[in-house]
């Protein structure tokens, strides 16, 4: 019997650490797996298809260095902006990496990195400006554009006396298209995020210029993460982790000079 019983007693510790190797490797294939990143690939220059319909763009190198260093494949994927939370809550990605501005109402369903730059919503009209559009409130009577689901609509919503000084607001998909509509005339302004639209802008300076204005309050970007687990907490600081390494050593200043002529990061 006594031997029966130690037979059964090195069974069962076999097992308990069968089972937490088990767990180990769990983790371990965690720490590796794929991160799939949820972008507005028409969002230049943080996230976009280049002329070969290859993803580019100021953030896409950040999450490419950023998972090189952590040993992890990135796969980018295009995914309904307006629907952003969505689509991270719902798995179909882990993280959101697209210029996307850090907000109280966000945070209430979004784990958060800390701000890596700050972005401006300004104002931007057609070359010469002939309706000596010079702040928020020259906008008052004028048919203007702006992204969808994008901070300037948030802004406007949720400022009464703005929205109704307006004539109408028009919005868009992505920012691209309200900039086409702008040069063709059928807005008068088009509010977008400054980086945005000052690269939109090197683009095309014989038909744009910018009101280097605010409008609204000054927002900073940050990293989105599902807040459902401690995996996904884990996500965000390993993240955060490599993005402080980064920075300490240069090479975000390196990524910003490439796409800004300047490093526009946060110290």
């Not at 559009?133 to 702006?146: N, Q, V």
Request: glycine share 8%.
């Amino acid at each position: 019997m006594k031997k029966f019983l130690a037979v059964c007693m090195m069974l069962v510790l076999a097992m308990a650490a069968l089972t937490g190797c088990g767990g180990d490797t769990a983790k371990k294939d965690d720490a590796k797996a794929k991160v799939v990143v949820g972008l507005d690939d028409n969002f230049p220059p943080m996230g976009f298809k280049d002329e070969n319909n290859e993803i580019v763009g100021f953030d896409i190198d950040l999450a490419k260095e950023a998972a090189k260093r952590l040993g992890r494949e990135v796969e980018f994927k295009t995914i309904d902006w307006s629907s952003k939370e969505a689509e991270l809550k719902s798995g179909r990605v882990d993280i959101i990496w697209n210029g996307l501005d850090i907000t109280d109402k966000r945070k209430e369903n979004m784990l958060f990195s800390e701000p890596y730059m700050d972005n401006r919503q300004i104002i931007f009209v057609a070359k010469g400006n002939p309706l000596a559009i010079k702040d928020e409130a020259s906008l008052a009577g004028k048919t203007i554009g702006t992204q969808s689901a994008g901070t300037a609509e948030g802004y406007i919503e949720a400022t009464p006396e703005f929205k109704n000084s307006l004539k109408e607001v028009k919005t868009y998909a992505d920012y691209i298209s309200a900039f086409m509509d702008l040069e063709n005339g059928r807005i008068e302004a088009v509010v977008a995020d400054e980086i945005v639209g000052r690269y939109y802008l090197s683009k095309h300076p014989e038909q744009l210029e910018a009101v280097d204005v605010a409008v609204g309050p000054v927002s900073c970007f940050g990293i989105a993460f599902r807040k459902d687990s401690d995996k996904d907490t884990a996500l965000r600081n390993d993240v955060q982790k490599v993005l402080d390494e980064m920075k300490a050593d240069g090479t975000i200043a390196k990524i910003s000079e490439k796409w800004f002529a300047k490093d526009i990061t946060k110290k």
